[in-house]
């Protein structure tokens, strides 16, 4: 874990460096990019998601046979629900 910044501006100079935390990524088996909620939430939050998945290709952290991006929810229980199956519908029982 390392706190890189915050903002487009961070990302892009991760995705240009060569050295320090970049190489750290660029060499690992099965890199990781995690950005939260919120950070997409902002005024710039759009930019900011296509900075993230641009260090997300760069770096290898999504490929055919790994997905490394990951953005953090805010109702992260119901969307872990949601991938289990737990869905509303006819027949479906309350939380109760």
Do not use: C, Q
Request: proline share 3%; charged share 20%.
């Amino acid at each position: 874990y390392e706190h890189l910044g915050a903002g487009p501006a961070s990302l892009k100079t991760l995705v240009k460096a060569k050295s320090g935390f970049a190489k750290v990524l660029k060499d690992a088996k099965n890199p990781v990019i995690i950005v939260g909620g919120g950070a997409l939430a902002r005024e710039d939050g759009s930019a900011v998601l296509a900075m993230a998945a641009g260090a997300a290709k760069t770096f290898g952290a999504v490929r055919e046979d790994w997905n490394g991006f990951n953005v953090l929810h805010t109702a992260a229980s119901r969307v872990g629900g949601l991938d289990l199956g737990f869905l509303p519908g006819e027949g479906g029982l309350s939380a109760r």
